[in-house]
Every structure is written in structure tokens, then in C-alpha cells.
């Protein structure tokens, strides 16, 4: 909202039931400190409500480890032509379709 | 695609109900309509799409028909056999029925606080109330779980069904019963009760098993609720949320219902309300409305919307931060996805084997580098992805745990050594799967881990965590005699249970009950209405001040973002 929008525009006249409602232009899309805390707590809450800790240690690391890859192969894909590049999806899905 | 759309399917006529056929084309508007002729009645034709490019997406996905979002659900034994008037009107459930039940449904009262003019379940228009006792509940229930694809979610219906007193001992009940998701369709009446005691009810209800409020929503101004609810209930709506938050209740879904002109226009609002609550918000269902009840051609073509306005209404009032043609896929897209997460946490899977127009989604994800809420389908290319899940879970459905310690070294060591073998089968199965989708994640970062974490920890508890801090979207447009289609009937995934009079339980689709049966069905059912309960909520539609909220959200009344 503009300085000019806050100041400058006056209250619309007339109850709430006869001001048009107004449709929304741009979404902002990030969220609060205060809506960030509390998220963060709920899904703490919910990584204590798993009582198999070992299991998720060795959960956690293989997701860490795959996300390493994933952002490795990333970077290796932009280096490779656009062709060559759906040839090796294609072998890749093949071989881990392959059990 | 070039090709345009035909299909010929049975209806029924708006004014007599008896079964027609029908045909769904696509005309030279582009958009997508159904025309129909009853001997007695004359012409009919309604709107189905107003995009036909993308309702022929939605049914072919490709042009060369590979991939295809019309997937054939598993079914349970059927209750009934259909016999000579068919479906829909021995409808309860039949052989004809091609998918199991997904979310179970049980009006636990026709009583309300409010007076909709729109409502279908009405104590004050029907005269009888329509109120199961206890031990009639716990018959649907039963009947629900029992069936060997067990429904898993359930839903409260009414009516208002946060009015009647014992309504966290009918939670609890449903919790024992070995329901995993409990979820209640309220305007907020029980939660909005001011001096605390929304509050205390919140907090009862959460504590006996409740999982979310399916909260009627149907925007941030008094001028929307006047038109839809006859009653300015925004100060209402905000107190519902502020006494969730207070008792721990973190999670809500918003309910819109959209009708063109007169609740459209909201639907930006309410995404912004809605990200700007994230710590207590979880989803928005937008529903075009259902036009039940007789109503003029004129006045059906002014209110109708479509799936397709919706979606296209949203990237309108998000300015793209949610497009059509990006973002929206039907419900019956993660059908074997679905399957797969299930298979890996060992738990009943959620089937939505419905028909493809019946309903959209898509997810806004937080993204913890950013803190900002993007559309999941930034961070992977969807189609693709789908598609090696899909033969991902041919693969994978057959498998079976292995037993050979056990039969060689007996019941103790062996079985020990096979369960781990087991434990270490089903991890790499889960590793590969992760593997296999990583090309077609466009950008890994956290959000990649937080969704290995859940495909490797697999049980509710990871599936919950990974939604908080994410949004679901959808729309789902529920039929009505102008539109209605029988195989979406059949493929129907939402039932209501009945407890019916001689003891058995009347299991029907959603849009049937609610169109054809709902009258006839309530007649057997219904007790003689008296005054009581009446002025247990007339004194607390209006109520006091309550503390602010996080961030208002959406626009005011000249176009500006609350901030």
C-alpha cells in the first residue's frame, strides 16, 4: 500500500452491506514471523510424536543424501543438450523401474 | 488439442428426475456444455466448462491418449444388487458403484443456527428434525470401517453439527472406531462462543480426536455474508479462528462456496486470509455452487460457475501466483501416488478414483530458504513424475514380505532376521523411488528433503508435518440435476451413511443423496421437531471483541492490501 493510498483516498460512504466488495490484485506471498514460530513448533511437535529414533536418523540422512544428489544432478543436467538429456531420463527411469 | 470434445452420457431432467441421455460437447464458444431432451419436459443445456481446452486436458492429459486422469478405483462388495430402475434411484450402495469411500459422511443433525436460503438440510424448511442418536452413529461408523477398503476420513455433517452437546463424545467415538482423519463441516458455531467458551469447546474437541474444521468461509466482508448467510458474520468467522489458535486447533480448511456475482470475487481474499493464517490454516475447498431445488434458466445462468471460472478467477485475483495452466490437476492425478506413500507407511491409502470433473487441486508449499508461499509445480515437473510413479506402483503393488528365515530357522530367530530384511527391502524400494523421481524435480533445496523425509518416514505424523506449512487448494463442484452425469455418480468417492429404521445402513454417493434421495430417505428417518435447543445459540450469533489476528489479509473496501 502507497504512502498516497493510506492518506490521500477517503473512507468509502455508506454501511458496510453497501460497499462493493473488492477483489484482491497480488498476492503476497510470504508469511509472518509470528504464523513462521508456530509452524515451526508444530512440526517439531510432530518429529517428537515419532518414537523410532534410530530409524529416523538413518531416515533423515538418506533424504539428505538424496537431496545432495538431486541438487548434483541438477547441475549436471544444465551442463548436457537438451536431447541428451531426455535420452539419460529415460535410461534412468528404465534402471530404477528395473527391479 | 484439435479434436473436439464429445460424449454422450445418461442424465436425468431437471423437472421430473426420470433418467435421459445427455450429450457433453464442446461448441465453437470454446467452451463445454450439456444438451438434453425429456419427452415430457422439452430442451435442456447447461454449462459444464468454460474452458474446453482445459476440460479436454483434464480428460486426455495427452493428445495421444497415453496418460489419462479417468483411473478405475478398487471397489468394495456391494450392499445391495441394483435392480430394474438402476442407478441412481436403488442407489444404496450398489454393484453398479466403481470406487470405494474415500470420506465418509454423517449428517449428525439438520439443526443450524443459520438460515441459508441455498441449504439442502434445514430443520426450519423441512419441519422434521433429523438427528441420529449416539448408538445409530456408531452403526454408520461400524459400517463404514468395517468394509475391507475401510473408509479412513470422516466428515460431520448437518445441519450445524458443533450445536448438539455431545458432539466431542461423538468425535471420541468416531477415534475409537479407527478413523485416522476427523474432520467436521461447521460454520463455527460451537468454536466462536465468546468468555472462553469457544475456547473450552475447541479444545474438547481436539483433545476427544477432531483433526480439522471444514470452516464455511465465504470471504472477509460483512457486505459477502449478508448475501450468502443473511447475517454479517465476519467478526464470527475471525472469533472461530482466534479460539482455535488459542486451544491448540491448527487445523482448518476453508469453505467457499462460489456463486458468479456474488461470491467470486473473494477468492483472492481468502488465499491471502488464508496464507496470512498459515500457523492454523491447512486447506481451501472453493465449491461452485449446486443448484438443487427448482430454479428459473435466467437465474441458473446468472449464478452458474464452473471449475474452469474458478481456476481462471484465482489467477485473475493472484495476479499468476496460481495459473491454469500450470498449476491445477484433477484430484484423480495422485491416485497411484497415493498407493505408493501408503504402501510405504503400511497404512490404508486414501483412493480418489473419482470422476475426473469433479474436483482440482494443487498445493502451495512454504519454501523454508524464502519464507514465501509458492505453487508446488515451481519445484517439479508434474507429468512426468506422475507417470513413473504410476509404473513405480505396477511394480510395487505385488510385492510381498518375504518369510524365508522364518521357515528356515523357525518362529524366533527367523522371524526376527525377516523382519529386518523386510524393514531394509522396503527402504531401498523408497531410496530407488527417490532416485527414480529426481529428474524431474526442477529445484531441489529443502523442499526435496522435506518430501524424502516423507515418502522415507511415511507414517500420518510425517504426513502431517509436511502439511503444516503447506496449502491446499481445490475445487470441487458438486452435481445437480441441470449438469448431472451418472457415471460421475458411480465413480463417486464422498458417501453418506444412513442409519436407516430396520437396523441396516443406507451408504449413498454425495450428489445423489442430496438430489434424488435426500427427501424420501429423511421421511423414514425423521422425529417430531419440538422447540428444544432453539435458544441454545440465537443469543451468540453476535459477540464480543475479540484480540487481533495475525494479518487481516485481502483487500479493504477500495482495493488496497490490508496489511
Not at chain 2, 463445454?32 to 443445456?45: E, S
Not at chain 2, 451418472?486 to 463417486?492: F, G, T, V, Y
Not at chain 2, 451408504?507 to 441454545?536: A, D, H, L, S, W
Request: with cysteine; hydrophobic share 35%; net charge negative.
Amino acid at each position: 500500500m502507497t504512502a498516497d493510498n493510506k492518506k490521500g483516498k477517503p473512507k468509502p460512504k455508506g454501511t458496510d452491506e453497501e460497499v462493493k466488495v473488492r477483489q484482491l490484485t497480488e498476492l503476497r506471498q510470504d508469511t509472518t514471523e509470528k504464523a513462521q514460530k508456530a509452524l515451526e513448533s508444530r512440526i517439531a511437535y510432530f518429529d517428537k510424536k515419532r518414537e523410532k529414533p534410530f530409524q529416523e536418523q538413518v531416515e533423515t540422512m538418506v533424504s539428505k543424501a538424496i537431496n545432495a544428489v538431486a541438487e548434483l544432478s541438477l547441475n549436471v543436467r544444465k551442463l548436457v543438450p537438451e536431447e541428451t538429456q531426455q535420452r539419460l531420463t529415460e535410461i534412468w527411469a528404465k534402471l530404477m523401474l528395473a527391479f | 488439442m484439435k479434436q473436439k470434445y464429445y460424449k454422450e452420457i445418461i442424465s436425468v431432467c431437471p423437472e421430473c428426475f426420470e433418467k435421459i441421455p445427455a450429450i457433453i460437447a464442446e461448441e465453437s464458444d470454446s467452451r463445454v456444455y450439456i444438451t438434453k431432451t425429456c419427452p415430457k419436459h422439452g430442451d435442456f443445456r447447461d454449462i459444464i466448462s468454460s474452458d474446453a481446452m482445459y476440460y479436454k486436458w483434464t480428460h486426455y492429459a495427452s493428445p495421444d491418449n497415453e496418460f489419462s486422469f479417468e483411473k478405475d478405483g478398487e471397489t468394495n462388495p456391494p450392499d445391495r444388487q441394483a435392480d430394474e430402475r438402476g442407478c441412481p434411484w436403488n442407489c444404496g450402495l450398489c454393484n453398479l458403484h466403481i470406487s470405494t469411500c474415500s470420506l465418509a459422511l454423517i449428517d449428525v443433525t439438520n439443526r443450524c443456527n443459520l438460515q441459508c436460503n441455498f441449504c439442502y438440510a434445514n430443520v426450519e424448511k423441512s419441519g422434521v428434525l433429523v438427528e441420529p442418536s449416539q448408538e445409530e452413529l456408531r452403526r454408520v461408523m461400524k459400517h463404514f470401517r468395517s468394509k475391507p477398503i475401510p473408509a479412513v476420513a470422516i466428515m460431520f455433517t448437518g445441519g450445524e453439527p458443533t450445536v448438539r452437546k455431545d458432539f466431542p463424545e461423538i468425535v471420541a467415538m468416531a477415534k475409537e472406531e479407527g478413523f485416522k482423519e476427523i474432520l467436521v463441516a461447521t460454520n463455527g458455531y460451537g468454536f466462536q462462543k465468546p468468555n472462553g467458551k469457544g475456547q473450552d469447546f475447541a479444545k474438547r474437541c481436539f483433545d476427544a480426536g477432531l483433526d480439522t474444521l471444514y470452516f464455511q468461509f465465504d470471504g472477509i466482508h460483512n457486505a459477502t455474508y449478508l448475501k450468502t448467510r443473511g447475517a454479517p458474520l465476519w467478526e464470527y468467522k475471525q472469533r472461530v479462528m482466534e479460539n482455535c489458535r488459542a486451544a491448540g486447533m491448527d487445523s482448518i480448511v476453508f469453505v467457499c462456496t462460489l456463486a458468479k456475482s456474488v461470491t467470486d470475487m473473494e477468492a483472492g481474499n481468502i488465499i491471502q486470509y488464508a496464507i496470512d493464517n498459515i500457523d492454523i490454516v491447512r486447506g481451501i475447498i472453493f465449491q461452485p455452487v449446486s443448484l438443487c431445488g427448482r430454479i428459473s434458466y435466467e437465474d441458473l445462468r446468472d449464478l452458474r460457475i464452473t471449475n474452469a471460472d474458478v481456476l481462471h478467477e484465482i489467477e485473475k485475483q493472484t495476479n499468476g501466483a496460481l495459473r491454469v495452466d500450470r498449476d491445477w490437476y484433477p484430484l484423480t492425478t495422485i491416485v497411484e501416488f497415493g498407493r505408493l506413500i501408503a504402501w510405504y507407511a503400511g497404512v490404508e491409502p486414501i483412493e480418489f478414483t473419482c470422476h475426473p470433473d469433479c474436483g482440482f487441486a494443487t498445493y502451495m508449499v512454504l519454501d523454508p530458504q524464502t519464507k514465501t508461499l509458492r505453487s508446488i509445480m515451481e519445484y517439479l515437473d508434474p507429468l512426468p513424475m506422475i507417470e513413473f510413479a504410476n509404473k513405480f506402483w505396477k511394480k510395487v503393488k505385488d510385492r510381498k514380505e518375504s518369510n524365508f528365515f522364518t521357515k528356515l530357522l523357525g518362529e524366533n530367530v527367523g522371524a526376527t532376521l525377516d523382519k529386518g530384511f523386510n524393514w531394509l527391502d522396503r527402504q531401498s524400494v523408497k531410496a530407488r523411488f527417490l532416485l527414480g523421481v529426481m529428474p524431474y524435480i526442477r529445484n531441489p533445496g529443502k523442499i526435496m528433503e522435506v518430501f524424502s523425509k516423507v515418502i522415507m518416514n511415511g507414517n500420518w505424523e510425517s504426513i502431517s508435518s509436511f502439511s503444516y506449512g503447506s496449502l491446499l487448494i481445490g475445487s470441487m463442484h458438486f452435481q445437480d440435476a441441470f449438469n448431472f452425469n451418472l457415471e460421475r455418480a458411480r465413480r463417486c468417492i464422498v458417501h453418506f451413511g444412513v442409519p436407516m429404521p430396520d437396523g441396516t445402513v443406507l451408504e449413498t454417493p454425495f450428489c445423489v443423496y442430496n438430489n434424488f434421495t435426500r427427501q424420501e430417505v429423511e421421511k423414514q428417518i425423521c422425529k417430531q421437531y419440538t422447540e428444544k435447543g432453539k435458544e441454545e445459540w440465537s443469543q451468540n450469533v453476535a459477540g464480543e471483541e475479540i484480540t487481533p489476528i495475525i494479518r487481516d489479509g485481502g483487500v479493504d473496501e477500495d482495493g488496497n492490501p490490508i496489511e
